[in-house]
């Protein structure tokens, strides 16, 4: 199995990106995506707005893995829909974008059952936000 490579996502991506999201989800324990909450993974125009973005990993012609950066309500980036594999890679270039696009700090969650997420974050250098172990990630990047 050859290394998997980052890259934009398009909008022919999203079904599988839709589809490596909901089999995140319901493998963890949460409900599948909703028309609601979860319109981003329909329209990937989403992430063109300024400061937002969001990428594929590919291993051998096969979409693999999935992140996106988008502006939080307090001007910080959050790092989303970080499942799949490649996580690592997918981690280290939402920082690599939000640090480009000017942002100050990136924070994301893990939540429990999102495999090698919580690793992924901390090789890429976030900390958990509060003591001990939590969901809530956070990187400062300048």
Do not use: K, Q
Not at 9 to 33: C, H
């Amino acid at each position: 199995m050859s290394e998997a490579t980052v890259r934009p996502a398009t909008a022919e991506d999203a079904p599988t990106l839709r589809a490596i999201v909901t089999r995140t989800l319901l493998a963890a324990g949460f409900p599948a995506p909703s028309h609601d909450l979860d319109a981003d993974l329909l329209d990937l125009t989403y992430y063109e707005t300024d400061g937002c973005a969001i990428w594929a990993a590919e291993r051998d012609g096969e979409i693999v893995g999935c992140a996106a950066v988008e502006r939080g309500s307090d001007g910080d980036a959050v790092l989303r829909r970080l499942v799949g594999e490649a996580l690592g890679p997918l981690a280290a270039m939402a920082v690599h974008y939000a640090r480009d696009a000017g942002y100050r700090r990136i924070e994301a969650v893990a939540p429990p059952g999102f495999d090698g997420a919580e690793e992924a974050l901390r090789t890429a250098g976030f900390e958990p936000a509060g003591t001990g172990r939590g969901l809530l990630y956070v990187r400062t990047l300048r």
